[in-house]
């Protein structure tokens, strides 16, 4: 059975940080990409980052890039997710899912279409306050 357990939300006020993790259990870690995938109240699911232990592959959405950064712990199966410089518009639920690495590009595939990742963790909700 897998799972994906998310941790680390909160409230944060404007240009602050948090950090997000995730473990992952039940899956083989390097055949699956992690990503990270939120959504905002009234919007859709957007995915901001993905990583795959296999190849290293990391990838980021235009909207998170340089403020994101996706990371992990291979030997803990656990992804985090580091971000800085935090506004209100980043407020949303943030979850942990998996999808089956097919190829090196498989973690672009999958920000850009969140919905085809397999797993989801339950989420954990991210607040930013201006």
């Known amino acids: 059975q897998v799972q994906l357990v998310e941790s680390g939300g909160g409230l944060v006020q404007a240009g602050g940080s948090l950090r997000l993790s995730c473990t992952a259990s039940?899956?083989?870690?390097?055949?699956?990409?992690i990503g990270w995938v939120r959504q905002a109240p009234g919007k859709e699911r957007e995915g901001i980052a993905s990583?795959?232990?296999?190849?290293?592959?990391?990838n980021y959405a235009e909207s998170v890039e340089a403020r994101f950064t996706i990371s992990s712990d291979d030997g803990k199966n656990t992804v985090y997710l580091q971000m800085n410089n935090l506004k209100p518009e980043d407020t949303a639920d943030y979850f942990c899912?998996?999808?089956?690495?097919?190829?090196?590009?498989?973690?672009?595939?999958?920000?850009?279409?969140?919905?085809?990742?397999?797993?989801w963790g339950q989420g954990t909700q991210v607040t930013v306050s201006s």
């Open positions: 039940g899956l083989t870690f390097d055949d699956y990409v």
């Open positions: 899912a998996a999808g089956p690495r097919f190829t090196a590009y498989s973690g672009r595939v999958y920000i850009s279409n969140p919905d085809q990742f397999t797993y």
């Open positions: 990583y795959s232990s296999n190849g290293g592959n990391i």
